[in-house]
Structure formats: structure tokens, C-alpha cells
Nanobody
Framework: QVQLVESGGGLVQAGGSLRLSCAGS????????MGWFRQAPGKEREFAAAIKWAGGSVYYADYADSVKGRFTISRDNAKNTVYLQMNSLKPEDTAVYYC?????????????????WGQGTQVTVSS
């Protein structure tokens, strides 16, 4: 059984920073693609960032245009943990943030491509 547990959400003022963590357990392996999605009230879940380990020290990362340059995704394969460093936060970043894992190793932005999901962590950015 796979479990993904997010942490690090909270309330922050606009311009501030937060770092989200997602700890994986179970059959999560290094070749899995790990992603972060977010869902604001009344909106569909949307892609934020994803990362794929290509071996050695090589990683491929993908970002939504809305977060590019402000968010950084990283992972620690030894700890089965993925992080999302969020800087220069804006009120429109307010959402529940979900961690997800894609078992096929395919870097994707589609929620339907991801096999496992965490329970989500709330991020609220005040203006």
C-alpha cells in the first residue's frame, strides 16, 4: 500500500515563502515521477510541478507557467520525500496542495496520469 503524507502548509502573507514536504511510504520507488497539484475552492485540480529522477544526479522538472520562477520542486530519494519550495507567494496561490506519484516514470501534467495521492495540505496567502 502506498501512502503520501503532505506537511508544511499554513497561512502566509503575500510575498512570503513556504516549503511543503511529502513523505512517501510503501512501494514508492526512485523512478516514480512525483508531482504537486493544487485545487482552489470552486476550481478544478491543476498541475503545479513535477520531478523525475533520471539517474545519478540528473533530475527533470516541469512547472506550470503560473509558478515558474517562484516554486522549486526537489526530491530526496533516500528519504522518499519530495519538496515544494514556494517563494514570492501570491493570494492566487491559495489552495489545497496535493502530492502525487506516477508509477510509470512518465513526466506528465495530467492528474489522471498519477496513481497515488496524498490527503492535501492547505496553503493560504493573505494580501
Amino acid at each position: 500500500q502506498v501512502q503520501l503524507v503532505e506537511s508544511g502548509g499554513g497561512l502566509v502573507q503575500a510575498g512570503g515563502s513556504l516549503r511543503l514536504s511529502c513523505a512517501g511510504s510503501g512501494r514508492i520507488v526512485s523512478r516514480d515521477v512525483m508531482g504537486w497539484f493544487r485545487q482552489a475552492p470552486g476550481k478544478e485540480r491543476e498541475f503545479a510541478a513535477a520531478i523525475k529522477w533520471a539517474g545519478g544526479s540528473v533530475y527533470y522538472a516541469d512547472y506550470a507557467d503560473s509558478v515558474k520562477g517562484r516554486f522549486t520542486i526537489s526530491r530526496d530519494n533516500a528519504k522518499n520525500t519530495v519538496y515544494l519550495q514556494m517563494n514570492s507567494l501570491k493570494p492566487e496561490d491559495t489552495a489545497v496542495y496535493y502530492c502525487a506519484a506516477e508509477a510509470g516514470g512518465i513526466l506528465s501534467r495530467a492528474p489522471g496520469s498519477f496513481d497515488y495521492w496524498g490527503q492535501g495540505t492547505q496553503v493560504t496567502v493573505s494580501s
